[in-house]
């Protein structure tokens, strides 16, 4: 099995990945917003609806 972020074999200790250093750059995709769960909860689709609509107004305000 291979390292899902570099490639390289991965490492007992770190598994799945090779090293800690790629397990923390996982979990800072995680922590970020990089990687996402896909939801069809209605509220989750409101709420995300809403965060794209505050954006856009707060970016329409920047320009």
Not at 19 to 32: G, H, I, M, Q, Y
Not at 48 to 58: C, L, M, V
Request: net charge negative; aromatic share 4%; glycine share 4%.
């Amino acid at each position: 099995m291979s390292c899902p972020i570099c490639g390289k074999d991965t490492n007992p200790e770190a598994r799945p990945f090779c090293s800690k250093r790629c397990a923390d750059l996982d979990l800072a995709r995680w922590l970020n917003g990089q990687y996402a769960v896909p939801s069809e909860d209605p509220e989750d689709i409101e709420a995300a609806i809403e965060a794209a609509e505050q954006a856009a107004a707060a970016s329409d305000k920047i320009h």
